[in-house]
């Protein structure tokens, strides 16, 4: 049997153990860039963590940019808090969900205008963060020519920082990409006929 005594010293050793390995990373980590960050899977999370990165920026002060590719039914807080924000530049596409529009023309036209808005802010070396939010749909129904997209994300300024979400994120934007996380669905309530809510869905 352990004393507390006992038990304490051995804590002590594993946490200067992992302080150790911790700040070995940290001392590691010497590159400064700006970051590509790819949000992508079935699983819910995706516009929400990058909203979520969207408060911390403006947190600290950082000019940001949204790009939002498909506009839902519903206003979504993200929008009423922040697109008034001096901080924030926020645009979302004109039109509804494509299924909603069913007119393949004119979801082109808006994802061509909208990503118009998008090239030129991924130019613009006075914006520290662009979220990119659902793009890779535009990408998967062909409605933005893919290499051009890359290229508007790999030259962007050297130090800006891009997030973009959305299902099904192709081979090569996650290569480029710096940091992709993939959300699984475990469960979701609206699969089992729970409506939807203000704050938690949109
Ligand atoms: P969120 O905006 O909540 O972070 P998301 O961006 O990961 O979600 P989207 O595919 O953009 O997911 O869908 C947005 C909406 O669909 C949200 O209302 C969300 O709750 C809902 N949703 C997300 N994932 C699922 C799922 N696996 N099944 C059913 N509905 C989902
Ligand atoms: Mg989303």
Redesign the pocket.
Known sequence: MQTSEQRNARHKKAMQRKKEHIDNKIDQATVDKGLMVV?T???????????GMLARSVGHGLNCAVVQF?K?VWETGEHLLFQNHPLVEFHVMATGFTWETQDRDKDIAAAQCTWGQAAQLLRDENVDVVIL??LTYMLTYGYLDKQHVLEALSNRPQGQHVIV???NASRELIELADTVAE?D?VK????SGVK?HKG???
């Open positions: 949000l899977g079935n699983g819910k999370g995706k516009s929400s963590s990058a909203f498909i839902g939010d659902e979400t959305g299902r959300l669905s979701h309530a609206f699969d939807v938690i869905d949109y």
